[in-house]
Every structure is written in structure tokens, then in C-alpha cells.
């Protein structure tokens, strides 16, 4: 069986930084890509990165240089560094396996429960 | 930038009607679409991937169809279960996966 479950989250001031962890179970993260997605309080979902099975890598645009996917195959966990957090980075933070096909077809088949990230002073 | 616009934002139904729901896409990037169903407090779940495939234990009161811009998921009778909020999403070339913005799915 398919299992996400983030880890991570919590109050951080603005400025500060997090490290969120995404242990999978049931696949490899290394065989496929791995996404975050996040999701600020009720609002819809926004797509923050990427990590894809060649190990290129995306951001949304209003996040590049702030944030670092990554993962670890001995631990079998997908990460997100985040650095200079902002209130806006106010969410929950969900990790997903995404079936990409050639760039044309893609879809989320897995979600973690997420783990909530609150910025605030 | 593709936009999703997902239509209505809110459909107010009883349990047994159908519902039909729209994604609307800014230009016609891909025939290939996702819909996914959020329960609060829970984490999106996959309903329908490639427009009209149901997920692995997905009921077939769920289904979906569409080409081009224009795509609809039918709940062809709704269960308790079922009133939650519902999005879209398509593979693009840049954002890569972008979301429609919900709809809710309400009594």
C-alpha cells in the first residue's frame, strides 16, 4: 500500500526557515517523481515544486530561490527546504506522487495528510 | 499562463441528484485532464486522471468527459459522501500543474 506522511510543519516568524519530510512507504521516491503542493487556509491548491526521476527539478515562480526539494533514498523521503518564509507561506503542505507522462499527461495518484506550516510574528 | 476556471463555485444539491461540474481551460494545452475530490481536513484524493478514467476504487456514479478547453465531471447520484469540494487540474508547459480554483459540492 501506497503511504505519504509529511512531517515538519509548525509556527515559524517571518524570516525563518523549515525543513518539511515526506516518508513514503509501499514505492521507491527515487522510481518516480514526487511533487509539493500546498494549500493556504481556505483556499484552493497551488503547486509549489518538483522533483522528477532524472532529478530535474521545478519551482513555482513565486518561490524559486527560497525553497529546495530534495530527496533521500536511503530514507526513502522527499524534503522541502524552506528558507526566508513569509506570511504567505502560510499552508498546508502536501507531498504527492505524480504520474508525469512526456510532459502531456500528469496526474497526483498519492497525497500525504499534509502538515501545516504557520509564518506569523 | 493556463488558467483553469472551474464553474459554479458552489452547487447546493440533494443526495440522490446529479451534478455536473465544469473546468474550463484558458486555451486548449492538452486532452488530458484530473479531477480530484477534498474533504475538509483531508488531503485531495484522485477521482479521474486522462479526462475519463476513474482512479483504483473510485465508483462509477463518478465519471468524466471533455476535449480541448472544455471538460465536466458527473456525479451521476450524489451519496452523503460525496458533498465536498472538487478540482481540476491539466499538465501544462509552464506552471506545469496548475489547479482550477474548487467547487464545492454542498447539501
Known sequence: EVQLVESGGGLIQPGGSLRLSCAASGFIVNSISMSWVRQAPGKGLEWVSVIHIDDTIFYADSLRGRFTISRDSSKNTLYLQMNNLKVDDTAVYFCARLQDYSGVRAWFDSWGQGTLVTVSS | ?107
Open chain 2, 1 to 107: 499562463e493556463l488558467v483553469l476556471t472551474q464553474s459554479p463555485a458552489t452547487l447546493s444539491l440533494s443526495p440522490g441528484e446529479r451534478a455536473t461540474l465544469s473546468c474550463r481551460a484558458s486555451q486548449s494545452v492538452s486532452n488530458y485532464l484530473a479531477w480530484y475530490q477534498q474533504k475538509p481536513g483531508q488531503a485531495p484524493r484522485l477521482l479521474i486522471y486522462d479526462v475519463s478514467n476513474r482512479a483504483t476504487g473510485i465508483p462509477a456514479r463518478f465519471s468524466g468527459s471533455g476535449s480541448g478547453t472544455d471538460f465536466t465531471l458527473t456525479i451521476s447520484s450524489l451519496e452523503p459522501e460525496d458533498f465536498a469540494v472538487y478540482y481540476c487540474q491539466q499538465r501544462n508547459s509552464w506552471p506545469p500543474y496548475p489547479f482550477g480554483q474548487g467547487t464545492k459540492v454542498e447539501i
